[in-house]
């Protein structure tokens, strides 16, 4: 049975190993992951950082870290999603997803900001991201190097507060 819930310090090693196995991220990617994962761990949501694990029968699958863009009222940055490449496919990353936009909403948040790069490497996570309701906003050029371009997703959500608030107003 799949589930998704807050990890626990000594999920720490998994959330790395699973960035190691996805031989898509560079060795200063995985190291920002256990930078942010020991800041999380130190400062709770004082951080910013909030991450959620993956489980399937004990198992941990998968990880993500999300946590609110700086200076914005409601928007948030999914920093990294990632599943074991042995559980790939089986709706692991959408429940991910899904749990990420339930606690977003949660705190009234309204918009989900994902980036990523433009490398062959990464077509199948663009590809997951249109495939989760996720926009393609822009392309920056030459962000990351040249020739490997910066790509931002976006997913705007409504809230059942701002449903609320929205339908208030058309009645008045």
């Given at each position: 049975?799949?589930?998704?819930?807050?990890?626990?310090?000594?999920?720490?090693?998994t959330?790395?190993?699973?960035?190691?196995?996805?031989?898509?991220?560079?060795?200063?990617?995985?190291?920002?992951?256990?930078?942010?994962?020991?800041?999380?761990?130190?400062?709770?949501?004082?951080?910013?950082?909030?991450?959620?694990?993956?489980?399937?029968?004990?198992?941990?699958?998968?990880?993500?870290?999300f946590?609110?863009?700086?200076?914005?009222?409601?928007?948030?940055?999914?920093?990294?999603?990632?599943?074991?490449?042995?559980?790939?496919?089986?709706?692991?990353?959408?429940?991910?997803?899904?749990?990420?936009?339930?606690?977003?909403?949660?705190?009234?948040?309204?918009?989900?900001?994902?980036e990523?790069?433009?490398?062959?490497?990464?077509?199948p996570?663009?590809?997951?991201?249109?495939?989760?309701?996720?926009?393609?906003?822009?392309?920056v050029?030459?962000?990351?190097?040249?020739?490997?371009?910066?790509?931002?997703?976006?997913?705007?959500?409504?809230?059942?507060?701002?449903?609320?608030?929205?339908?208030?107003?058309?009645q008045?």
């Amino acid at each position: 049975m799949l589930t998704v819930s807050t990890p626990q310090k000594e999920h720490g090693p998994t959330i790395k190993k699973i960035s190691e196995k996805a031989k898509v991220f560079s060795k200063v990617e995985i190291d920002t992951v256990s930078e942010l994962w020991d800041d999380y761990l130190l400062k709770g949501e004082a951080s910013d950082y909030s991450f959620l694990i993956s489980l399937e029968d004990e198992v941990i699958t998968g990880f993500t870290c999300f946590g609110p863009h700086a200076l914005t009222a409601g928007a948030y940055d999914i920093y990294w999603i990632a599943v074991d490449p042995d559980y790939q496919n089986r709706g692991i990353g959408r429940a991910l997803i899904q749990r990420v936009e339930e606690e977003v909403e949660k705190l009234h948040g309204n918009l989900l900001i994902l980036e990523t790069s433009s490398t062959s490497d990464y077509q199948p996570a663009r590809d997951f991201y249109l495939r989760s309701g996720f926009t393609l906003e822009a392309t920056v050029h030459d962000f990351y190097s040249t020739g490997d371009h910066l790509v931002i997703f976006t997913k705007h959500i409504t809230t059942r507060t701002h449903q609320h608030e929205n339908h208030l107003f058309q009645q008045a």
